[in-house]
């Protein structure tokens, strides 16, 4: 008997919804293995990574403020991948939409009503916005591929922030701690649940994914990204690629760019050297994690979020390597590229 | 690994048992009986015709033949002995090969570098060894390829030589070669050519399954007919020198419906699409440029562009649709310069197309029937950015009903959809806009003889509605039974517009292969 794998004559709508859970087991389990091979005790590992945050309410609220990004940005890729358009400069548009929503703050600190902090949410999406609209124009004009274009512009916009938190922005009343003046009570998010850092920012996010569905679903735009799946079909269609290339690069900008302000505004309070902008790449892996779903963006969010605060909790109590939530983020990419296999193929057995 | 050609092909004669027998093959996939209880045997040395429609369930059963699947139910005999084929590469080894409708040939590699790909799986890569294989093959059986060209470079009916010249050359010596469709891509003189080579290579004891809707040449070819119809055996015929009629009437079930034969229009109305002195660089380095092409389509007529494909006929498509632009004033809709407009303004002008490619292209083979149904007037459907979704549901199934579109639910996907099938779906998504220019690239390509009768009627219908409709068809007999007039593209030129009335079938033929050495010294008598 030897496993052999057959292509299905349709492709698997309920395996569609089990891979990324057979993912996420196997990635589990890989790195309980990882543990034990490493002479740590798997199963403390296994409860400091994936029990101990569910166990208490603020490890819940914890989880939740860590998911609300990643759910934004992971909705707006659903989008730019579903149209084809290989987005992964996330990180870059969620920097400049936390640089572009400081303006007001930096330049005017003493600023009040309740008309700043709307303008201030608006000022990051544009500039993610913004930003994407780089690797946009170059697309269109220069035909430069849209991988390297945004992959690059991650690293400027890295290199900006730096140099915006360590000279002209720093709080001169820092003690040479790099990081701007802290957001004024009216240009930071209201808290929804005191004592944590549950805040609007966090209902706004969980927002982003069903208002992307129903716009996939039922829009004009929805029916060309979807169109876009064979470029031929698109040109029959009479859609215009460049279009495509546009919108989709400012709606998954804008929603990085939303994602960084909020987390600016909100649970970090000012902007800063780290504004924990690997979000950007992780919500690569939440929308494949949700089959590019709109749908799934929110549980797929929810299991990353749980991931980061899982490894963060297992450093400090077991000491484990801070590495351990990006590995364990590397093995479920992994694990659901393999688990997808079974959304087109069935396992078989066979005489030998 | 030096066996001689001649050991390849077993020269025995018809004795001993059947070379392949079917018992009994069932298949069934959710919601259709594919193949129910198919049996049939071919013999040695025999050319075995497989007739049946497009969703007659021949694919399946080739592909449970040739162990790309398993059956439900029964059991084949190879050479008399009960065997279960599990993949391509046992029934490769059992001396089976298969040309499939689609080639798997590298279009940047030579001929001798394809072949090597499955030629030359063990041992030193050794090319000149396959080199010299093809050329006596070549002598051998009259399959005439250039070993050494870019597969690009070839014509389609070369690269279906390849295609054959692999099964030949495989490892283990050829006894069953199975062609799907063979002629579906061919000039009449290819086909011509094609079935002396098989009549040769069956004369050495090969057998042949050969796959085909097309009446007259399963007659002209084939020794014994089966004949498939919605899964099921409903004619073993000893001879295939039956009438045509009797075999179509087995094939669909009762006569196909007669062409609707209007009267060819002698008085053309005014012209609608013009095309003045186009010029077009190739887009790809594959492509073919367009070289000074004129030419009109009038109210009330068809006009017929023959050639064989790859000769400029999609760079004109793309061209005269808006696909591609061009100067503005060598293309004219009703007088109207339109050169620089693209498809949607083209289509506002009354132009509306199907194309060739209809998987991918001609549907979106992931979505929805839905979703495919507005494709090409998604504008119909439009409230302010948002679509109409149940009109659009609505749409489809009155779509699928009108036109006779077997399926399953408007919301599974257009690849559940058979080939004929999906052609009404297309053509019917278009004509129900009510063209008045209407292109149509392949109309009836690889599309059963019931639904292709459907769609060259509704072309008539069309034409006799005034609408101006130009085909773009590989099959002469096809341009011949609908056109009013006849024109040849070949390298990127066109030939001089024939009128159908005392049309010379030669001329065409030299036309189509040879290029423009043999128009030029013609005089333009249309």
């Given at each position: 008997m030897s496993p052999v794998l057959e292509r299905r004559p349709q492709s698997s709508t309920v395996m569609r919804v089990i891979a990324p859970v057979i993912a996420a087991l196997a990635a589990t389990l890989i790195t309980l293995v990882l543990l034990a091979l490493s002479g740590k005790a798997p199963m403390e590992g296994f409860y400091a990574l994936f029990l101990a945050p569910l166990a208490t309410p603020s490890g819940w609220a914890q989880v939740l403020v860590k998911s609300a990004p990643l759910a934004l940005i992971g909705a707006g890729l659903v989008v730019a991948f579903r149209a084809r358009v290989w987005n992964i400069g996330a990180q870059g548009q969620y920097i400049a939409g936390a640089v572009a929503g400081s303006v007001l703050v930096i330049y005017r600190p003493e600023i009040t009503g309740g008309w700043v902090l709307p303008v201030i949410l608006l000022l990051g999406a544009v500039g993610g916005m913004v930003y994407a609209a780089v690797p946009a124009w170059l697309a269109i004009r220069f035909n430069a591929n849209v991988i390297l274009s945004t992959l690059m512009l991650d690293y400027v916009a890295l290199a900006g922030l730096h140099y915006l938190t360590f000279g002209p922005w720093r709080n001169p009343a820092n003690f040479g701690f790099p990081g701007s003046v802290s957001f004024p009570a009216s240009a930071s998010l209201p808290l929804?649940?005191?004592?944590?850092?549950?805040?609007?920012g966090v209902l706004l996010a969980f927002f982003a994914p069903l208002l992307v569905w129903g716009l996939l679903r039922f829009s004009l735009f929805g029916y060309q990204v979807r169109v876009s799946l064979s470029e031929a079909a698109s040109v029959y269609a009479g859609f215009s690629r460049a279009r495509m290339v546009w919108q989709s690069l400012l709606l998954s900008g804008g929603l990085a760019g939303l994602a960084g302000i909020l987390q600016v505004a909100g649970p970090i309070g000012q902007l800063q050297t780290d504004i924990s902008s690997d979000l950007g790449f992780a919500g690569i892996i939440v929308a494949y994690l949700a089959q590019l779903n709109p749908l799934g963006v929110m549980p797929a969010a929810l299991l990353v979020g749980l991931f980061y605060v899982g490894s963060a909790n297992a450093q400090i109590t077991l000491g484990l390597s801070a590495a351990l939530g990006e590995l364990l983020q590397g093995i479920l990419l992994l694990a659901l590229l393999a688990a997808n296999v079974l959304v087109h193929y069935r396992l078989r057995w066979r005489q030998a | 690994m030096d066996r001689g050609r001649e050991s390849k092909l077993d020269k025995q004669a018809a004795v001993g048992p059947p070379r392949l027998e079917l018992l009994g093959l069932s298949k069934h996939f959710p919601g259709v009986k594919a193949n129910d209880e198919v049996s049939f045997e071919i013999r040695r040395g025999e050319i075995h015709a497989l007739l049946g429609e497009n969703g007659a369930g021949k694919s399946t059963l080739l592909k449970m033949i040739f162990g790309l699947l398993k059956p439900d139910a029964g059991q084949i005999k190879w050479e008399g002995r009960i065997i279960q084929i599990g993949s391509p590469r046992h029934a490769q080894s059992l001396g089976m090969g298969m040309v499939q409708q689609h080639f798997a040939l590298l279009e940047s590699l030579s001929v001798a570098e394809n072949l090597a790909l499955t030629l030359n799986r063990r041992g030193r890569f050794d090319l000149e060894r396959i080199v010299h294989q093809i050329e006596a093959a070549a002598n051998e059986?009259?399959?005439?390829?250039?070993?050494?060209?870019?597969?690009?470079?070839?014509s389609v009916g070369e690269r279906q030589r390849v295609e054959i010249l692999r099964c030949l050359l495989q490892e283990e010596p050829l006894r069953l070669l199975i062609l799907d469709e063979p002629t579906s891509v061919l000039t009449p003189q290819e086909s011509k050519a094609l079935f002396a080579v098989l009549r040769n290579l069956a004369a050495d004891g090969l057998s042949i399954l050969f796959v085909s809707h097309k009446l007259e040449e399963v007659r002209a070819l084939c020794d014994r007919v089966t004949v498939l119809r919605k899964g099921e055996v409903v004619a073993r015929l000893d001879s295939a020198k039956e009438a045509v009629d009797e075999l179509a009437r087995l094939m669909v079930g009762e006569a196909p419906p007669p062409l609707l034969l209007s009267e060819k229009r002698k008085d053309a109305g005014p012209v609608r699409l013009q095309v003045e002195g186009l010029n077009l660089p190739a887009a790809d380095p594959h492509g073919m440029p367009l070289r000074n092409i004129n030419l009109e389509l009038r109210s009330g007529e068809i006009l017929g562009l023959a050639g064989v494909s790859g000769n400029g006929q999609a760079e004109l498509l793309a061209a005269l649709t808006g696909e591609r632009r061009s100067p503005t004033k060598s293309i004219l809709i009703d007088g109207l310069p339109?050169?620089?407009?693209?498809v949607r303004a083209r289509r506002r002008l009354g132009l509306r197309y199907v194309p060739e490619?209809?998987?991918?292209?001609?549907?979106?083979?992931?979505?929805?029937l839905i979703d495919n149904g507005l494709l090409t007037r998604w504008g119909r459907f439009l409230k302010k950015g948002w679509m109409r979704s149940r009109e659009a549901r609505e749409s489809a199934w009155r779509l699928c009903e009108r036109h006779h579109v077997r399926q399953t639910g408007v919301e599974h996907p257009a690849a559940s959809l058979s080939g004929g099938n999906l052609q009404k779906f297309i053509m019917g998504r278009e004509l129900d806009e009510q063209p008045t220019i209407f292109i149509a690239a392949q109309p009836t390509w690889g599309v059963d003889v019931a639904s292709a009768r459907r769609i060259q009627s509704q072309l008539l219908e069309l034409r006799a509605r005034g609408a101006a409709l130009m085909v773009i068809s590989d099959d002469l007999e096809e341009l011949l039974a609908l056109s009013d007039r006849i024109a040849v593209m070949s390298g990127g030129r066109i030939s001089p517009v024939r009128s159908i009335d005392g049309i010379d079938r030669k001329e065409l033929g030299r036309w189509m292969g040879a290029g423009r050495e043999g128009w030029e010294s013609l005089n333009d008598v249309a």
């Open positions: 929804l649940w005191p004592g944590t850092q549950v805040d609007l | 059986y009259g399959l005439k390829v250039p070993a050494r060209r870019p597969v690009h470079h070839l339109v050169g620089y407009l693209d490619e209809r998987v991918g292209k001609g549907v979106v083979p992931e979505l929805s």
